[in-house]
């Protein structure tokens, strides 16, 4: 009796301790397999964008600094995961190029054989 009330409470405690951390899976529109890529996630900062290039800092979810600057095509936009398109960018920007405070992105990175490409995911 004493033997299965002990393996409940370690049962107990261990049900409520946290699980370790698993990897993301990455979603259909990122073009590559996982032991091909990198992904950052958090708040967007020195933020600058024209038609052809972007610009940023992510101060991530995991307390690191990262720096993406790229040129890019619509293409490589989504957001929330979901198509984007050039409407959209009034739902991330406060005028053309300047971003809204506490904007969220998750970028992907893929690296296929030294060949690098982004694929950026806004989330609101």
Same mark, same amino acid.
């Given at each position: 009796?004493?033997?299965?009330l002990?393996?409940l !409470?370690?049962? %107990? /405690?261990l049900?409520?301790?946290p699980?370790p !951390?698993?990897?993301?899976r990455?979603?259909?529109f990122v073009? /590559?397999?996982?032991?091909?890529l990198?992904? $950052?996630q958090?708040e967007?900062?020195?933020?600058h +964008?024209?038609?052809?290039? =972007?610009?940023?800092g992510i +101060? #991530?979810?995991?307390?690191? @600094?990262e +720096?993406?600057d =790229?040129?890019?095509?619509?293409?490589?936009m *989504? @957001?929330?995961g979901? @198509?984007f #398109? %050039?409407?959209?960018?009034?739902r991330?920007?406060?005028?053309?190029?300047?971003?809204?405070?506490?904007?969220?992105? *998750?970028? $992907? +990175?893929c690296?296929?054989a030294? !060949? =690098?490409?982004?694929m =950026?995911?806004?989330?609101?």
């Amino acid at each position: 009796m004493k033997q299965g009330l002990w393996c409940l !409470a370690i049962g %107990l /405690c261990l049900w409520g301790s946290p699980c370790p !951390a698993e990897r993301l899976r990455a979603p259909d529109f990122v073009p /590559c397999g996982r032991d091909q890529l990198t992904s $950052w996630q958090g708040e967007v900062f020195n933020y600058h +964008r024209s038609e052809t290039q =972007i610009a940023f800092g992510i +101060r #991530t979810v995991d307390g690191s @600094l990262e +720096r993406l600057d =790229i040129a890019y095509a619509l293409e490589q936009m *989504r @957001l929330n995961g979901g @198509l984007f #398109t %050039l409407p959209d960018w009034k739902r991330l920007e406060v005028s053309p190029g300047v971003l809204k405070p506490s904007v969220r992105v *998750r970028v $992907w +990175r893929c690296d296929k054989a030294g !060949a =690098i490409s982004f694929m =950026i995911d806004w989330l609101e």
